[in-house]
Nanobody, 115 residues
Framework: QVQLVESGGGLVQAGGSLRLSCAAS????????MGWFRQAPGKQRELVAQ???????KYAGSVKGRFTISRDNAKNTVDLQLNSLKPEDTAVYHC?????????WGQGTQVTVSS
């Protein structure tokens, strides 16, 4: 059974940093794209960052230069380093792995940035 477990969320002041980690289990994910999405209250879920199986990375424009995504295929993990956090980054952050019709989600971890 595939399971994604996020960790690392919390409350931080504006300008601070957090590191989110997602541990995937149940199969090997080296051929999957891995990424992070977020959903703020009253808003749609949006892509934050994604890293393909081949290592291609893309970021949402609002986080480019502040967030860094990385993956470790040996450990089946995908991490997101969040720097220079802003109150508008407050959301539940969800880990996602997908390949074709296979699409898996974590439960999410709350990130709250105070001003």
């Amino acid at each position: 059974q595939v399971q994604l477990v996020e960790s690392g969320g919390g409350l931080v002041q504006a300008g601070g940093s957090l590191r989110l980690s997602c541990a995937a289990s149940g199969r090997t994910f080296s051929s999957f794209d891995m990424g992070w999405f977020r959903q703020a209250p009253g808003k749609q879920r949006e892509l934050v960052a994604q890293i393909s199986s081949g290592g291609t990375i893309k970021y949402a424009g609002s986080v480019k230069g502040r967030f860094t995504i990385s993956r470790d295929n040996a450990k089946n993990t995908v991490d997101l380093q969040l720097n220079s956090l802003k109150p508008e980054d407050t959301a539940v952050y969800h880990c996602n792995v997908h390949r074709g019709i296979l699409d898996y989600w974590g439960q999410g971890t709350q990130v709250t940035v105070s001003s």
